[in-house]
């Protein structure tokens, strides 16, 4: 079965300091994963997404993402966080089979508090 | 940019009615997609639709649910006899073409309250 943990529901950091945000994945294909982040009443965003190519992934306001088949993981990282980062990131991960799919699977989401 | 816009924004509906969720894709966009998410848990696909037809569906998507897309722009999802565990924040989605590596971009979502 495909499916998505993040580790931790909840992650503070202090302003200037460094994000990480955890994901795993489990896939019998060759899965494409995303992180999406979520304000308060907001939509979903895309900030990045990973498909195969580089396995380092550069994202939206300076966060990227590494793909480590090995470990599989697909952690979430910023070297430093600012206030309006404060939201809900969600790893989530379409298991392709081979394109006949286009469901999503989401984790549980991480919600990131930002400490002035 | 363009973006998915869903509405409303808030429905509050009596148990037993029926209600309709309401979304404009991305006008280019080929795909179509509802999730939704429950209060405290995770994001659950619903449905995808394309060339007028439903192409997955997920277990939670049974009789009561059906979508449709009743012109050029909107995509609709309706919910025929209500329960109260279909108070949830329903999310809109659409992407360009097929393949995992097409990304979804999502509305803001229509939060569902049955009473």
């Known amino acids: 079965a495909q499916s998505v943990t993040q580790l931790d529901s909840h992650v503070s950091v202090s302003e200037g300091t460094p994000v990480l945000l955890r994901c795993n994945y489990s896939s019998s294909y060759s899965p494409s994963l995303f992180w999406y982040v979520q304000h308060p009443n907001k939509g979903l965003q895309l900030l990045l997404k990973?498909?195969?190519?580089?396995?380092l992934v550069k994202g939206i306001n300076g966060f990227e993402a590494e793909f480590k088949k090995s470990e599989t993981s697909f952690h979430l990282t910023k070297p430093s966080a600012h206030m309006s980062d404060a939201a809900e990131y969600f790893c989530?991960?379409?298991?392709?089979?081979?394109?006949?799919?286009?469901?999503?699977?989401f984790g549980t989401g991480t919600l990131l508090a930002v400490q002035p | 940019e363009p973006e998915v816009t869903q509405t409303p924004s808030h429905q509050v509906t009596q148990m037993g009615q029926e209600v309709i969720l309401r979304c404009v894709p991305i006008s280019n966009h080929l795909y179509f997609y509802w999730y939704r998410q429950i209060l405290g848990q995770k994001v659950e696909f619903l449905v995808s639709f394309y060339n007028n037809e439903i192409s997955e569906k997920s277990e939670i998507f049974d009789d009561q649910f059906s979508v449709e897309r009743p012109d050029g722009s909107n995509f609709t999802l309706k919910i025929r006899s209500t329960k109260l565990e279909d108070s949830a924040m329903y999310f809109c989605?659409?992407?360009?073409?097929?393949?995992?590596?097409?990304?979804?971009?999502f509305g803001d979502g229509t939060r569902l309250s049955i009473l």
């Open positions: 990973y498909t195969s190519a580089a396995t």
């Open positions: 989605a659409s992407s360009e073409a097929l393949g995992g590596d097409q990304p979804q971009h």
């Open positions: 989530v991960v379409n298991p392709g089979y081979g394109g006949a799919t286009n469901k999503l699977i």
